[in-house]
């Protein structure tokens, strides 16, 4: 029995280990020492991703599927949010372990720990079938892991990280789709990393998920080449993962490239997408934490010298390519600091539409942990002597360099107190443990003896000194000393806001956190996404704050002043944040719904001056772009909202005269509305606006999201993971068979 279970344990110990270094770095996550415990960072993980992670679970548990979301920006295409990662198997998966109850914090950190053993996961198994060595494979899983670039910002913009993880699997499938020796495997590695490619494309960061394209077309180019495939049968391989890869993603996609149309990114150009990393952030190579608080271009020192002298064993050809990926995407990150990002820009489809061009620095992580897993494999090699002794030489020469670094910076830190002397501490720290880490290197290459010795020492401290190094820089990174329950406390204020049950809206200024208004179930006119809706945003840029607050039912303001512009009263003081928070009610708050009885015609930028003129009357006229009849009248009509929610809003109408019902409501395409159940047009008004024509006397309109590109998209992402799952289940059928 054991025999037969030996060669399965033996397969299952790496991923063994690297879930016991997974548990040890992130320890004080799921410690149950309340004193010792911590939470990842507040910041875009708590006010985005938990947020609306928070509001897509509790609305799978009632059954139903978060199209929109009433409780932030007025009014936001939840699922049409690519980053709302609403059809990640993952995402579900965490909803289901975390049950009906609710959503908790600790919960999504979970999520993100595991995502971090799967990247280690993947990649090793990668590097384990390319490299043909398993501790060179663990050297290259621990890099990419625990590095500098996963551990950094992708834990809190938690998309990243989990579109970046399946990076790995992705490139092993292409590896076997073109250099597996059988036809039949083959096909189903194309399948399997078309389904893969989906679900990074579904894991919400279509930035990285295009890097991962653009890098596993690369990869099986170079494959293609090396294995003398031919190129209609390389392009077949190509043809079948991106037409899986789209159409099995398609219900993510298609409604997020519709919003993406019609949001505030659509109007970015060169300059406000051309950022990236400054020069002098080369330094964190060697000195993490020199130039900012995370330091994603670092690999470890020992892993960056294997990479880097990866070229002189004899896996020169791979290292050399991996070399050049890590150098490319290296470029790339620094943004518009270098001309490679203007070339991608004009002439290489999908680099014109992201900002942030630091995020290919996840693509050179990758690149190095490979190229040092490269490295190992030649130094393990029988004939390595010279190659230890030029790395030894190397070290020696950073120890020196080094320690003169040392003396400047302690030259400096002891004039610290004089005029202008700059603060070199943190400087000063990372240039010693460096120069500890090349000494300890030194003294680990010594040691290197060839493996016929039978000597297992020497590659265990290999890992052991990059798990220490790795460890000891990016282990404290994104967390905060605090308990996880309180990164999304809210005020107490808001329990005023919660209990009146009046239909409007509050502004918080930006004081609250993100897309608290998920989590309070109070809607907000803020809220946190890369995406808004364009017209919306040119209406709040347009006017003051006052107008904004008539247009768009605010009742409520959250400040840190004492006084509003407008007649309010305070029914809350809360101390937060550093200051004191005032929760004032405005005295004549705008209504939900009105009746105008008169429209003009005007383009949105007419429209935009006009009601930014405070002689406009918001609600007795309406500016919308196409002629609407209506009876002009000075007659009040009678508005009652008898159903409320997400995507169905009812509104039951007593018109004096033909007029434009007017709903504090952004437009956005998917809306549909019905008078006394039969469909009438939907009239964009006030430039963001949604509005109906009703004729005189009483009716019924009922208005509903039913967006066509996402019923679209799940049409064809069913058919393609159906079509996809039948041909590997019957590949495996075959294969158990034979």
Known sequence: MFDRLKPVLRGAAPYGFLGLLCAAFFWRIWTPSAIDRASFAAGDFSGQFYASAVYQSERLWQGQLPLWNPYVYSGHPFLADVQSASFYPPRWITILLAGPGGFTYFALEMEAIAHVFLAGAFIFAFAWRVLKDRIAALVAAIVFAFGGYLTSYPILQLAILETVTWLPLLLLLVDIAFTSARAGSRSTASVGAGLVMAIALLAGHPQTALHMAYLALLYGVWRAYSQRTGWREAAARFAVLGLIGLGASAAQWLPSLEFMRLSTRSELGYDALAGGFALRDIVQMLLPGTTGAWSPLYVGL???????????????????????????AFVLSLGGATFLYNLLYQWVPGFNLFRSQERAAGIMSFALAIAAGIGFVALRAQDSQRLAGLMRRALGWLVAGLVLLAAVLFALWQAAYARGAPDVTTALDRTVFAAFLALASIGWLKLRQPPSTGRPLWPALALALIVFDLFTTNWRTDLEPRLPELQAALPGLLDTVRADADLARVDDRGWLEGNWGNLAHVQSVNGASPLVIRHYARVRDALTKEREWELFNVKYAIIDQD??????????????????????????????????????????????????DVAFDLHREAIVAEPVTVTESSAGSSLRVSTYGPERIVVDVDASAAGLLMLSELDYPGWRATLDGAETPVVRADVALRSVVVPVGHHRVEMVFQPSSVWIGVGISGVTCFAGLIVLARSMRRRHER
């Open 302 to 328: 020992v892993p960056l010298l294997l990479a880097v002298f990866a070229v002189l064993g004899d896996g020169k050809r791979l290292a050399f390519f991996w070399l050049a990926i890590a150098l490319g």
């Open 563 to 612: 006084s509003l512009s407008v007649p309010a009263e305070v029914v809350d003081s809360r101390s937060g944040l550093g200051r004191r928070l005032n929760l004032f009610r405005l005295a004549d708050p705008a209504p939900r719904v009105w009746m105008v009885h008169r429209a003009r015609v005007m383009d949105d930028d007419s429209a935009l001056a006009a009601l930014a």
